[in-house]
Nanobody
Framework: QLQLVESGGGLVQAGDSLRLSCAAS????????MGWFRQAPGKEREFVGY????????RYADSAKGRFTISRDNAKSTVYLQTYSLKPEDTAIYYC????????????????WGQGTQVTVSS
């Protein structure tokens, strides 16, 4: 069982930055592709981006391109979501998730999830 714990959320103003962290334990972290998703009130959970396990290559949703960066530190079993130029529409609960085999943009494909961290962006 892989445990994931997110941190770093908070209340910020539009234009600010935040770095979210997701610490993993329980399995070999480097074996997992790591995804970031978010869910706003009344909306479905949506893909933000992912980073592959070995190559560390990334893919982002259009809404995240140019403003969000995902990185990982396998030695610390941690994945990061660095956000820049936050907008009120980025307000959501942000989740990290893990899976093996192939990376995916679909939340249904992920096996392990954290509890989420709230990001609120005021205008």
């Amino acid at each position: 069982q892989l445990q994931l714990v997110e941190s770093g959320g908070g209340l910020v103003q539009a234009g600010d930055s935040l770095r979210l962290s997701c610490a993993a334990s329980g399995h070999t972290f480097s074996n997992y592709h790591m995804g970031w998703f978010r869910q706003a009130p009344g909306k479905e959970r949506e893909f933000v981006g992912y980073i592959r396990s070995s190559a560390g290559t990334t893919r982002y949703a259009d809404s995240a391109k140019g403003r969000f960066t995902i990185s990982r530190d396998n030695a610390k079993s941690t994945v990061y979501l660095q956000t820049y130029s936050l907008k009120p529409e980025d307000t959501a609960i942000y989740y990290c998730a893990a899976k093996t085999l192939w990376a995916s943009t679909s939340p249904a494909d992920y096996d392990y999830w954290g509890q989420g961290t709230q990001v609120t962006v005021s205008s």
